[in-house]
T-cell receptor, first 115, second 112 residues
């Protein structure tokens, strides 16, 4: 199994450009998450989804959008990139209706620099 | 949401046991205690979780205090590969709705 796959691994954006970070999982997990991690800090939750067609905001959603049209994919969209969005982005997934008693699987991250 | 408190950093010698503490004095009865670790330049990986009883798996052991206000992650024999940031996270049905909310964690250094 591939697990959680994120693309691209690295990207440099200019201020004001847009891009989509891709995330796919092949474990049939219903829960998916997007986090960002700034240098020396813990992960901050951006958005999450409990199933296809259902998304909700996390701790730091401003400047981002998500969609969940299939169980497998959970893309993260940056519309107008700003230097404050320079970070490492992690996608994760987990299975369970409650989400409390199961482990989450993380991708390897996308390192984004906005200049 | 219930918060956790961990030391910023700890050091260990290779092949010795490591005890990583976590305080969570405001834990609720339905909160699970999860531990994740993050190796350098990688995404977090699951280590172990528990509710009330002590738990063991191939990676580590989790010792939970009787009042559940603290827990300890135990690595029985540290290796150089165990050098990572370890996160203690409470996962419950409160404001976080079961999501994993990360703090700063404990950075574990392992000396050969």
């Amino acid at each position: 199994n591939a697990g959680v796959t994120q693309t691209p691994k690295f990207r440099i954006l200019k201020i004001g450009q847009s891009m989509t970070l891709q995330c796919a999982q092949d474990m049939n997990h219903n829960y998916m998450y997007w986090y960002r991690q700034d240098p020396g800090m813990g992960l901050k939750l951006i958005y999450y989804s409990v199933g296809a067609g259902i998304t909700d905001k996390g701790e730091v959603p401003n400047g981002y959008n998500v969609s969940r049209s299939t169980t497998e994919d959970f893309p993260l969209r940056l519309e107008l990139a700003a230097p404050s969005q320079t970070s490492v982005y992690f996608c994760a997934s987990s299975y369970s209706y409650s989400g409390l008693n199961t482990e989450a699987f993380f991708g390897q991250g996308t390192r984004l620099t906005v200049v | 949401d219930a918060k956790t408190t961990q030391p910023n950093s700890m050091e260990s010698n290779e092949e010795e046991p490591v005890h990583l503490p976590c305080n969570h004095s405001t834990i609720s009865g339905t909160d699970y205690i999860h531990w994740y670790r993050q190796l350098p330049s990688q995404g977090p990986e699951y280590v172990i979780h528990g509710l009330t009883s002590n738990v063991n798996n191939r990676m580590a052991s989790l010792a939970i205090a009787e009042d559940r206000k603290s827990s300890t992650l135990i690595l029985h024999r540290a290796t150089l590969r165990d050098a990572a940031v370890y996160y203690c996270i409470l996962r419950g049905q409160g404001g976080s709705q079961g999501n994993l909310i990360f703090g700063k964690g404990t950075k574990l250094s392992v000396k050969p």
